[in-house]
């Protein structure tokens, strides 16, 4: 008796280990190692190109900006260059506005004066 029960208690419990032990094994490399795995590599991936994105997003946002200010910045200075010269009739005074302008009054004695035509 005390026998078949430890044979029968090794029988039955050699294949619950067993199943157990496959069970847990079975859950460990499901549960745990594939999708942690894959979650690690997609969660690598994802940070590579969110990273990636990241640089790339704002060397484009710098770059964006730098065309857009000389731009502006050379706008700026050709609206500045253009000045259209100006002589004042009544104080003899030489003076220069904006392009564009086609009568501008004078700083000194505010006399409106046409642009010169060379
Ligand atoms: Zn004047």
């Given at each position: 008796?005390?026998?078949?029960?430890?044979?029968?208690?090794?029988?039955?419990?050699?294949?619950?280990?067993?199943?157990?032990?496959?069970?847990?094994?079975?859950?460990?490399?499901?549960?745990?190692?594939?999708?942690?795995a894959t979650t690690r590599w997609w969660?690598?991936?994802?940070?590579?190109?969110?990273?990636?994105?990241?640089?790339?997003?704002?060397?484009?946002?710098?770059?964006?900006?730098?065309?857009?200010?000389?731009?502006?910045?050379?706008?700026?200075?050709?609206?500045?260059?253009?000045?259209?010269t100006f002589h004042c009739i009544r104080?003899?005074?030489?003076?220069?506005?904006?392009?564009?302008?086609?009568?501008?009054?004078?700083p000194r004695c505010d006399h409106e004066?046409?642009?010169?035509?060379?």
């Amino acid at each position: 008796m005390p026998g078949r029960i430890d044979s029968v208690a090794t029988r039955t419990k050699e294949p619950l280990t067993a199943k157990q032990v496959q069970e847990a094994l079975d859950l460990v490399s499901v549960d745990e190692s594939n999708p942690v795995a894959t979650t690690r590599w997609w969660q690598r991936a994802r940070a590579l190109v969110s990273n990636w994105l990241g640089v790339v997003g704002v060397l484009g946002f710098f770059s964006a900006a730098w065309l857009y200010y000389d731009r502006r910045d050379h706008a700026l200075y050709e609206a500045e260059r253009r000045r259209i010269t100006f002589h004042c009739i009544r104080c003899d005074h030489l003076y220069t506005a904006r392009a564009g302008a086609a009568v501008a009054a004078c700083p000194r004695c505010d006399h409106e004066n046409t642009r010169l035509k060379f």
